[in-house]
């Protein structure tokens, strides 16, 4: 049997909304009918059009059209599990101008034997509600020390009068110490609401880092770049370098350059094993903004047999 993609057909991503399904329907009816169109096709796009709006445009055949179609492999004939329809049981009446007659037997297979056209409901369809995706933006000190936030999600929500709403829900969120950027947070049953009883569905929290104005991070490692001067990195001195727990000693070797990377072992995101924080130099000189200090700079171009370029090309 041949597998219909009722979205396809009507031009629509999986994720539509009512409205965008009543929208696609009315444009495309338009468009085939067959007393109006000029399409070759029009008859028949127009069943088409027809039995897809009959079961998009229902939520509870929509959800099992949904959980059936996400089962069906592309090449291969395309057959309800057997038994499927057991607890499927859907409201009937309110046919598009397409009569049931003309329903594909892909629309008979699925809802041929549960359909009733009396509108009445002999049991229940429970389906689970959907599992929505969101992103959470944390600072990195959250992640260091663990933390919890308070979250303001727009999420869909079930009417009574089957139609889908957004609705603001207020959550306060635990995040975990050593959450890396890119992880996800889950909050079972915190989605989309079940539809006929059925279990609501899960959230899940993508976390993602703010900007901050010292460290860069990278998984549970943080990168900072510390300012030193010329003579601390020439000598060598031991100074204070900044970590997420708090200013530690951190030893510069003599001869450093910018760029040189030091590492602070176990001081990056908590974890098993913790990140690393990696110090990256960068050597900053002093202004020459006195006539004294004019003077010091005078003197060193005369003692140091140094050119910086040396090791370039010439050309």
Do not use: C
């Amino acid at each position: 049997m041949e597998y219909k993609d009722y979205y396809k057909i009507m031009g629509l991503p999986r994720d539509a909304s009512q409205e965008d399904i009543k929208r696609a329907y009315r444009k495309l009816a338009r468009k085939y009918h067959p007393d109006v169109s000029k399409e070759a096709n029009a008859e028949e796009r127009f069943k088409e059009l027809g039995e897809a709006y009959e079961v998009l445009r229902d939520p509870e055949k929509r959800a099992a059209y949904d959980q059936l179609g996400s089962q069906w492999q592309s090449g291969q004939e395309f057959r309800p599990p057997p038994g499927w329809e057991q607890g499927f049981e859907f409201r009937g009446g309110g046919y598009t101008e397409a009569g049931a007659e003309h329903f594909s037997d892909f629309f008979e297979s699925l809802f041929g034997g549960g359909f009733r056209t009396t509108g009445q409901r002999r049991g229940g369809f429970a389906a689970r509600g959907e599992d929505i995706h969101a992103r959470l933006r944390i600072r990195l000190e959250d992640s260091y020390h663990g933390a919890t936030r308070t979250l303001n999600l727009q999420v869909p929500e079930h009417r009574p009068d089957g139609r889908i709403e957004m609705r603001t829900r207020t959550l306060n969120v635990r995040i975990p110490r050593g959450v890396t950027e890119g992880q996800r947070i889950r909050l079972s049953g915190q989605g989309g609401a079940g539809i006929g009883g059925g279990a609501n569905g899960d959230l899940y929290l993508e976390v993602e880092f703010e900007p901050h104005p010292l460290y860069r991070v990278e998984g549970r490692d943080i990168y900072i770049d510390l300012p030193v001067a010329p003579w601390e990195a020439a000598l060598g001195a031991t100074i204070k370098a900044p970590t997420p727990g708090g200013a530690v000693d951190l030893k510069i070797p003599p001869g450093s350059q910018t760029g040189r990377k030091l590492r602070l072992k176990g001081r990056g995101l908590p974890g098993t094993p913790p990140g690393d924080e990696y110090v990256v130099l960068r050597i900053v000189t002093p202004p020459a903004d006195t006539e004294e200090a004019r003077k010091l700079y005078r003197e060193m171009a005369d003692k140091f047999d140094f050119d910086p370029r040396a090791q370039m090309p010439r050309g």
